[in-house]
């Protein structure tokens, strides 16, 4: 959610997350920002809002009021917090306020403990009476109210506590204002009376009982109750137990002092205080510089046990010390007498058995054994003791509660809005803050910060040594040197421990605790730059699950399982530390290449079947292993295996540079057809010489069809046709039929598209091939368009669309919305067209897919010149038709693009430019045996003549050649075809204009492209 910070308890406030103030201007918007947070995150109807800010004196138009003081607030926050207007939802039957950080709710979390110190910090919260400047208005009235009687509770609990804890002349001394503004409240009068008589003033005591006595008697004709009554009693007969408790029972908690805030760290504070109310032994795991210590004090910091909280710091012992329970006495204070005969462990549970507190044990994992041992006895034999643990590995006790303490979460994105969301980024830039005070984030340093934050996984400890070296490099400077990293992250603070102050000892640490074998696992699992999975592991590293189980647990390996499969993943920084210390890694290498390229020729056969959508996923997941295999021995081989993976992903480039590596014979005729392929679809202008050289070596057919569905891009339909093969299976052969379907419906051969079509979608349907489903039903679809049946070929096109979403071929996706785009023009529906095409234009930039570019930007330029957008529609299309142009052959989408500018450019108030516009696309279609095409051309040549007999002549051979190639008009072409008849029909007459249409029905289209 925005980070918004509301407050209430005083004069309402809005904060920025940084703190920074937000002016919420007005008296009405101000109540209306008070309204909606007395009832945040429910609904308050527009009517009751309208009530609660004008009640009697509402304006002449209410609802209208009310919207205009939501744009207001909405603004306000916008304006302060980009995306803080979407705090405010218009939800029936009026709006809702999403809040979840008010200070009325952080009071009333804290005001649950009996600590004293989370209780004061509650207490710290408020600023005055709560909604201060809006106290008078009725709707905070019950409110303010519950809320100034919970600070009573909360302010009577406080004293309770501090009591305990001695300090009673203290609380004698701050009671006294507030029982003299409370002077009836009984509960507040008992602590006083309490405090006065532990503090060796009994008789102010007494005199604060009869003063209570006689205000009830005479305001309220009532006497103090029972428990009042039995508290002066006690006090009368000075009952030992009111006594101050001796300083030996005072808790006393050993944690160290809060130096600097605790970031990101919000919902695991909470989780962890409430698991500790509920388990005895909490274990926090995770690798070294995550924060396990910090969390854990702050946890503990928070807890309100009897005898308070024991930090014992374990780092110092040397790795396999045995003597723990000594660590632990030293810190309890405990010293062994003269002449006992018991161990430490004894002497441990003897000095704790009666005794209720947290022992927080740190840095547990190179003294493992015996901390397990000593807690185990713990847990058994002193009830009264609780234990919070951090290590880099479980103690595996019975009754243990893991908490694993992830990295903070890393930027999703570069952008600004993105990095400030991100807890790592936050803590980064508050720790950078304090070594330069000018350090900022801002949209210059935003992208630079958020690499940061995922080079170094979001680690704290790696976070806070890179923000020390800020100051002399600039944050730039620091991510420009995060390849020298164990060098570049290292502190002089002298405070920090030194196994903290690199990030080399952090890591060594961890590395020094495992034995030879496990050192060479956690090494060979380096060379897996995006983790493995378990068989791949196993395979690469040459080791077994047992020993992964161990790196696991010891925080050095994580285990992912968030995936379809689980993955084993390494820190970018273990991965480095272990990559200098793989001593075997030619022959790791090379196994790890031999076993990914054996992974793609699987999926190669995979993807053309049923289980497409699963070889996509896992090869989507392996890509950067895939990558590293390339590189390391894959070559060739690996590449050819990858290439209809690279095409369905869109990743052409990366193919063809792949394609070039050098390999054998057999290679480099199986790469062959590919690399021309690859080559077509990028727009290099290949020779039909190069292209029959490289499909003639093809073994299986498959890359002679790429290559050949290729060239239709660049409009070589003969030479696409004489290179697709005969098929060899059942694949290829519908796959065959997908381009003899695109270029049957170029030439506009009906029967030929529909055999092609239909036959392709019922082999891809049996073999289970969504992406083949795919390509066949667009041009089933493409068929019903041409005949007219728009709705049906619409829906189609939404099957396709959620076939391409399912499977991630985002180039595609485009594709489907450019054909949906350009049905919604046909059909009129120019926002919609609009809005779709745009949609498309986007996925295509984002993808990199030119032929998806093209027809979406064809599309804006429809929808723009329908809706009247001349200006618009001219640059998309005359984009377009110099690109169109330019094409070694004039591209298939260059007629239709040619007519939709000569319709722009006669609106535009040039019909002589218009007409040359109309004859060049005919030429065009002419040459490229586009019927269809033709149609649209001679339509156009109509529209722009200056002479109406030779315009009906035209529309009438138009209609002609309509009818004779079953392609009636859509209803947006329909228009256009009126707009002319209406125009010419008006000059000649009705009767001429009949028979000089007639006359044209008889000559074929290039007949009539003749009568100019």
């Given at each position: 959610?925005?980070?918004?910070?509301?407050?209430?308890?005083?004069?309402?406030?809005?904060?920025?997350?940084?703190?920074?103030?937000?002016?919420?201007?007005?008296?009405?918007?101000?109540?209306?920002?008070?309204?909606?947070?007395?009832?945040?995150?429910?609904?308050?109807?527009?009517?009751?809002?309208?009530?609660?800010?004008?009640?009697?004196?509402?304006?002449?138009?209410?609802?209208?009021?009310?919207?205009?003081?939501?744009?207001?607030?909405?603004?306000?926050?916008?304006?302060?917090?980009?995306?803080?207007?979407?705090?405010?939802?218009?939800?029936?039957?009026?709006?809702?306020?999403?809040?979840?950080?008010?200070?009325?709710?952080?009071?009333?979390?804290?005001?649950?403990?009996?600590?004293?110190?989370?209780?004061?910090?509650?207490?710290?919260?408020?600023?005055?009476?709560?909604?201060?400047?809006?106290?008078?208005?009725?709707?905070?009235?019950?409110?303010?109210?519950?809320?100034?009687?919970?600070?009573?509770?909360?302010?009577?609990?406080?004293?309770?506590?501090?009591?305990?804890?001695?300090?009673?002349?203290?609380?004698?001394?701050?009671?006294?204002?507030?029982?003299?503004?409370?002077?009836?409240?009984?509960?507040?009068?008992?602590?006083?009376?309490?405090?006065?008589?532990?503090?060796?003033?009994?008789?102010?005591?007494?005199?604060?009982?009869?003063?209570?006595?006689?205000?009830?008697?005479?305001?309220?004709?009532?006497?103090?109750?029972?428990?009042?009554?039995?508290?002066?009693?006690?006090?009368?007969?000075?009952?030992?137990?009111?006594?101050?408790?001796?300083?030996?029972?005072?808790?006393?908690?050993?944690?160290?002092?809060?130096?600097?805030?605790?970031?990101?760290?919000?919902?695991?504070?909470?989780?962890?205080?409430?698991?500790?109310?509920?388990?005895?032994?909490?274990?926090?795991?995770?690798?070294?510089?995550?924060?396990?210590?910090?969390?854990?004090?702050?946890?503990?910091?928070?807890?309100?046990?009897?005898?308070?909280?024991?930090?014992?710091?374990?780092?110092?012992?040397?790795?396999?010390?045995?003597?723990?329970?000594?660590?632990?006495?030293?810190?309890?204070?405990?010293?062994?007498?003269?002449?006992?005969?018991?161990?430490?462990?004894?002497?441990?549970?003897?000095?704790?058995?009666?005794?209720?507190?947290?022992?927080?044990?740190?840095?547990?994992?190179?003294?493992?054994?015996?901390?397990?041992?000593?807690?185990?006895?713990?847990?058994?034999?002193?009830?009264?003791?609780?234990?919070?643990?951090?290590?880099?590995?479980?103690?595996?006790?019975?009754?243990?509660?893991?908490?694993?303490?992830?990295?903070?979460?890393?930027?999703?994105?570069?952008?600004l809005d993105a990095v400030r969301r991100s807890a790592a980024a936050r803590l980064f830039v508050a720790r950078a803050a304090a070594q330069q005070r000018g350090f900022r984030l801002d949209g210059q340093s935003a992208a630079a910060v958020a690499q940061l934050c995922r080079r170094l996984d979001g680690l704290p400890l790696a976070l806070e040594l890179a923000a020390t070296r800020v100051r002399a490099l600039g944050v730039r400077g620091v991510v420009d040197r995060l390849d020298d990293r164990f060098r570049l992250l290292s502190t002089a603070q002298r405070d920090v421990p030194p196994r903290q102050r690199t990030l080399t000892a952090v890591i060594a640490w961890s590395w020094d605790l495992l034995d030879e074998t496990d050192r060479v696992v956690l090494a060979r699992l380096a060379?897996?730059?995006?983790?493995?999975?378990?068989?791949?592991?196993?395979?690469?590293?040459?080791?077994?699950?047992?020993?992964?189980?161990?790196?696991?647990?010891?925080?050095?390996?994580?285990?992912?399982?968030?995936?379809?499969?689980?993955?084993?993943?390494?820190?970018?920084?273990?991965?480095?530390?272990?990559?200098?210390?793989?001593?075997?890694?030619?022959?790791?290498?090379?196994?790890?290449?031999?076993?990914?390229?054996?992974?793609?020729?699987?999926?190669?056969?995979?993807?053309?079947?049923?289980?497409?959508?699963?070889?996509?996923?896992?090869?989507?997941?392996?890509?950067?292993?895939?990558?590293?295999?390339?590189?390391?021995?894959?070559?060739?081989?690996?590449?050819?295996?990858?290439?209809?993976?690279?095409?369905?992903?869109?990743?052409?480039?990366?193919?063809?540079?792949?394609?070039?590596?050098?390999?054998?014979?057999?290679?480099?005729?199986?790469?062959?057809?590919?690399?021309?392929?690859?080559?077509?679809?990028?727009?290099?202008?290949?020779?039909?010489?190069?292209?029959?050289?490289?499909?003639?070596?093809?073994?299986?057919?498959?890359?002679?069809?790429?290559?050949?569905?290729?060239?239709?891009?660049?409009?070589?339909?003969?030479?696409?046709?004489?290179?697709?093969?005969?098929?060899?299976?059942?694949?290829?052969?519908?796959?065959?039929?997908?381009?003899?379907?695109?270029?049957?419906?170029?030439?506009?051969?009906?029967?030929?598209?529909?055999?092609?079509?239909?036959?392709?979608?019922?082999?891809?349907?049996?073999?289970?091939?969504?992406?083949?489903?795919?390509?066949?039903?667009?041009?089933?679809?493409?068929?019903?368009?041409?005949?007219?049946?728009?709705?049906?070929?619409?829906?189609?096109?939404?099957?396709?669309?959620?076939?391409?979403?399912?499977?991630?071929?985002?180039?595609?996706?485009?594709?489907?919305?450019?054909?949906?785009?350009?049905?919604?023009?046909?059909?009129?529906?120019?926002?919609?067209?609009?809005?779709?095409?745009?949609?498309?234009?986007?996925?295509?930039?984002?993808?990199?897919?030119?032929?998806?570019?093209?027809?979406?930007?064809?599309?804006?330029?429809?929808?723009?010149?329908?809706?009247?957008?001349?200006?618009?529609?001219?640059?998309?299309?005359?984009?377009?038709?110099?690109?169109?142009?330019?094409?070694?052959?004039?591209?298939?989408?260059?007629?239709?693009?040619?007519?939709?500018?000569?319709?722009?450019?006669?609106?535009?108030?040039?019909?002589?430019?218009?007409?040359?516009?109309?004859?060049?696309?005919?030429?065009?279609?002419?040459?490229?045996?586009?019927?269809?095409?033709?149609?649209?051309?001679?339509?156009?040549?109509?529209?722009?003549?200056?002479?109406?007999?030779?315009?009906?002549?035209?529309?009438?051979?138009?209609?002609?050649?309509?009818?004779?190639?079953?392609?009636?008009?859509?209803?947006?072409?329909?228009?256009?075809?009126?707009?002319?008849?209406?125009?010419?029909?008006?000059?000649?007459?009705?009767?001429?204009?009949?028979?000089?249409?007639?006359?044209?029905?008889?000559?074929?289209?290039?007949?009539?492209?003749?009568?100019?």
């Open positions: 959610m925005t980070a918004v910070q509301f407050g209430v308890l005083g004069p309402l406030a809005v904060t920025t997350d940084a703190g920074e103030p937000v002016v919420v201007p007005g008296t009405k918007v101000r109540a209306l920002l008070a309204d909606l947070l007395t009832n945040r995150n429910q609904v308050v109807s527009a009517d009751r809002l309208i009530d609660d800010l004008w009640g009697d004196d509402a304006p002449a138009n209410p609802a209208g009021a009310l919207q205009v003081r939501v744009s207001q607030l909405r603004r306000a926050l916008n304006d302060a917090e980009p995306g803080a207007r979407d705090l405010i939802e218009s939800r029936p039957p009026g709006y809702l306020l999403r809040a979840d950080a008010v200070d009325a709710d952080r009071f009333t979390d804290l005001s649950r403990s009996t600590d004293v110190e989370r209780l004061t910090e509650a207490l710290a919260l408020w600023r005055g009476n709560a909604y201060a400047d809006v106290a008078d208005a009725e709707f905070v009235r019950a409110e303010a109210a519950r809320l100034a009687e919970q600070r009573l509770v909360v302010q009577e609990r406080l004293a309770q506590a501090r009591l305990a804890r001695g300090e009673h002349d203290l609380v004698a001394a701050d009671l006294s204002e507030l029982v003299a503004r409370h002077p009836l409240r009984e509960g507040l009068r008992a602590v006083q009376l309490r405090a006065l008589y532990a503090a060796g003033r009994q008789s102010e005591a007494l005199d604060s009982y009869a003063d209570l006595r006689e205000r009830l008697a005479e305001e309220l004709g009532l006497d103090p109750g029972p428990e009042l009554v039995a508290l002066h009693r006690s006090i009368l007969e000075q009952d030992a137990r009111l006594s101050a408790p001796p300083k030996a029972a005072l808790i006393r908690n050993s944690l160290p002092a809060q130096l600097d805030e605790l970031v990101g760290r919000a919902e695991a504070l909470a989780e962890l205080r409430a698991l500790l109310t509920r388990q005895r032994l909490v274990t926090l795991v995770g690798p070294g510089g995550v924060g396990k210590t910090r969390l854990a004090t702050e946890t503990a910091r928070a807890q309100s046990f009897p005898d308070g909280v024991q930090l014992v710091e374990l780092a110092p012992l040397p790795a396999g010390d045995a003597r723990v329970a000594e660590q632990v006495l030293g810190a309890l204070g405990g010293f062994e007498a003269a002449g006992t005969s018991l161990s430490p462990a004894d002497r441990v549970v003897t000095a704790l058995r009666h005794r209720r507190l947290l022992l927080v044990l740190d840095n547990c994992e190179h003294v493992v054994e015996p901390v397990a041992e000593l807690v185990a006895r713990m847990l058994r034999d002193v009830p009264g003791v609780s234990v919070l643990a951090t290590s880099r590995e479980p103690l595996g006790l019975t009754g243990e509660q893991l908490w694993e303490v992830p990295p903070l979460p890393v930027p999703d994105g570069g952008d060379v897996f730059p995006d983790g493995c999975t378990p068989e791949a592991a196993e395979h690469v590293c040459r080791t077994d699950l047992d020993a992964l189980s161990r790196l696991v647990d010891r925080s050095l390996v994580v285990l992912d399982d968030s995936g379809a499969a689980p993955r084993y993943r390494l820190l970018e920084s273990v991965a480095a530390f272990g990559l200098e210390r793989l001593t075997d890694a030619d022959e790791v290498r090379a196994r790890h290449a031999a076993y990914y390229t054996e992974l793609a020729e699987r999926a190669d056969a995979g993807l053309r079947g049923a289980d497409q959508p699963r070889w996509l996923a896992q090869l989507d997941a392996e890509t950067a292993n895939l990558r590293a295999a390339l590189v390391h021995g894959g070559g060739l081989r690996l590449a050819v295996a990858l290439s209809w993976y690279w095409f369905l992903r869109g990743r052409l480039t990366e193919a063809r540079r792949a394609l070039s590596t050098p390999g054998d014979p057999t290679q480099e005729s199986r790469a062959a057809a590919w690399r021309v392929g690859f080559a077509l679809l990028r727009g290099d202008a290949v020779p039909p010489s190069e292209v029959r050289a490289a499909v003639a070596g093809d073994p299986d057919g498959r890359g002679a069809w790429f290559a050949a569905n290729a060239a239709t891009d660049h409009s070589d339909l003969a030479l696409a046709a004489e290179l697709l093969p005969t098929s060899t299976d059942r694949w290829t052969e519908a796959a065959v039929l997908t381009t003899r379907a695109k270029i049957a419906h170029v030439l506009g051969d009906q029967a030929a598209l529909e055999h092609a079509a239909t036959r392709s979608a019922a082999l891809f349907a049996d073999l289970g091939d969504q992406w083949g489903r795919l390509q066949a039903t667009e041009w089933v679809a493409a068929l019903a368009e041409m005949r007219g049946a728009h709705e049906r070929a619409a829906a189609l096109h939404r099957d396709g669309l959620r076939w391409a979403e399912e499977l991630g071929l985002w180039p595609q996706v485009g594709t489907e919305l450019a054909w949906l785009a350009w049905l919604a023009v046909q059909t009129r529906d120019y926002p919609q067209a609009r809005e779709l095409a745009e949609r498309a234009y986007q996925l295509a930039l984002e993808h990199d897919a030119p032929n998806a570019l093209v027809f979406a930007e064809l599309s804006l330029g429809l929808a723009a010149r329908r809706d009247g957008k001349l200006d618009l529609a001219t640059t998309h299309l005359g984009n377009l038709a110099e690109r169109g142009r330019a094409e070694a052959q004039p591209a298939l989408y260059l007629p239709p693009v040619l007519v939709e500018l000569g319709h722009a450019v006669e609106q535009g108030g040039d019909p002589d430019a218009a007409l040359a516009l109309h004859v060049e696309a005919f030429e065009v279609a002419e040459a490229m045996a586009a019927p269809r095409d033709a149609i649209y051309a001679l339509e156009g040549m109509a529209s722009a003549l200056h002479d109406p007999e030779t315009a009906a002549r035209l529309l009438g051979a138009a209609a002609a050649a309509r009818l004779a190639t079953q392609a009636p008009p859509a209803p947006a072409e329909r228009d256009e075809i009126e707009r002319v008849t209406d125009r010419v029909r008006a000059v000649l007459g009705g009767e001429r204009f009949e028979a000089l249409v007639a006359e044209g029905t008889k000559l074929s289209p290039g007949a009539a492209r003749a009568q100019l």
